[in-house]
């Protein structure tokens, strides 16, 4: 009989939890199991969406109470009548899920966003465990409302997306220390074909350095753009500097930079369909958050056998770059640091084959299979 597993996911837009969604459920998928997804907010219709394999069944149980959150934000909505449609949703959320759902049937019930559905409170069969999938950094978990953290500590089994999280967890709540356990996102592990469209768009720009994320605070866009023109004004370098993604300080980078003369060398391109195409024709690949959990953007880089260059932000890069022995690692926020790297790597004293070696080497990690052996284990 086929395992069968629910994701219960709070909204779906554009970004990187998202695409790990898709990943997950299609290589479980393919892997035989029987895969629902209960959306319970919004949810955005977008290339990423159709992505996700015909054989996955979806569930939009939030469209069963959009009227009662209609009601509740309107001003002219009388009080008690707000208070009523109030406790409706509350009721809905708590109760409507089990009502149209044969929960007994399901081996794994997962709540896929870090707790942030009502599956906590949801009654269960006796064999059945609540699951929790934290995708942030292990920061990000300990800066949660106590009552947050109260509510992680009432699932029966834990997700982490790295070792260092879970040691930091282990450390900080031996009580729970049972509970947690660390499963790598899952990557096909073959090189790309590149997009042909998009492969046209890249040879526009080459040779460049590649950033890909969203342009967003959090991601310390400006530490690159300061190593970046650090970098031209010692070297003299042609070679561009391109990020794909877009975000909240898009406009405000893109206009900066033309107002300072870069916009010849800078190129700020936005959204594209198909990013690991981008990768693949980099000199290399740059992330500079100043916080992780498990970047995505890096693991794909090195499938695509492109140097990878990273802030040693806690607590993903180093753990995916095997403390620099896979790829190069700068403090976080370090201009003067990334700068000498962009040069070292511009006039050949950094050996970049080494890198990509060493990481192809140990890519496997995250291979799909491997994925699939630590997911099947989750009810032991």
Not at 14 to 19: D, I, L, N, P
Not at 116 to 126: E, G, H, I, K, V
Request: net charge positive.
């Amino acid at each position: 009989m086929k395992k069968k597993a629910i994701f219960f996911v709070k909204d779906f837009t554009f970004g990187g939890v998202e695409k790990v969604l898709v990943t997950i459920v299609n290589t479980l998928i393919n892997a035989g199991w029987q895969i629902t997804i209960m959306w319970n907010g919004y949810v955005e219709e977008n290339d990423m969406k159709k992505e996700i394999s015909p054989a996955v069944k979806q569930l939009y149980a939030a469209r069963l109470w959009h009227l009662p959150a209609f009601l509740i934000s309107q001003k002219k909505t009388p009080k008690f009548l707000r208070n009523i449609m109030t406790k409706t949703g509350v009721l809905l959320n708590r109760y409507l899920p089990r009502r149209i759902l044969d929960f007994a049937s399901y081996d794994y019930v997962i709540d896929f966003r870090n707790g942030s559905s009502l599956l906590y409170r949801l009654p269960l069969a006796a064999q059945q465990k609540r699951i929790v999938w934290l995708h942030g950094a292990y920061a990000e978990f300990v800066r949660k409302h106590r009552l947050e953290r109260r509510k992680i500590f009432s699932y029966d089994k834990i997700i982490c997306l790295t070792e260092e999280f879970k040691r930091q967890f282990c450390h900080d709540y031996p009580a729970f220390a049972d509970n947690i356990t660390s499963i790598y996102n899952p990557f096909v592990i073959n090189k790309p074909l590149p997009d042909v469209q998009e492969q046209k768009q890249c040879q526009k720009y080459q040779p460049y350095y590649l950033h890909v994320s969203r342009i967003d605070v959090d991601k310390d866009i400006q530490t690159v753009l300061d190593a970046y023109k650090k970098f031209l004004s010692h070297s003299g370098s042609n070679k561009k500097l391109v990020f794909v993604g877009d975000g909240k300080q898009s406009d405000f980078f893109k206009n900066k930079i033309k107002e300072e003369g870069y916009a010849d060398k800078i190129i700020f391109y936005g959204r594209s369909s198909a990013p690991l195409t981008w990768m693949q024709h980099a000199e290399a690949l740059i992330l500079s958050s100043k916080a992780e959990g498990l970047p995505t953007v890096l693991i794909e880089g090195q499938i695509c056998g492109t140097l990878v260059i990273s802030s040693d932000c806690r607590e993903g890069p180093s753990e995916i770059l095997q403390n620099g022995k896979s790829g190069i690692l700068f403090p976080v926020g370090d201009v003067d640091a990334l700068a000498e790297i962009l040069h070292c790597v511009d006039d050949g004293t950094i050996d970049k084959q080494t890198y990509i070696d060493s990481a192809l080497a140990n890519i496997y990690r995250f291979d799909t299979k491997e994925f699939v052996r630590k997911f099947s284990l989750l009810r032991d």
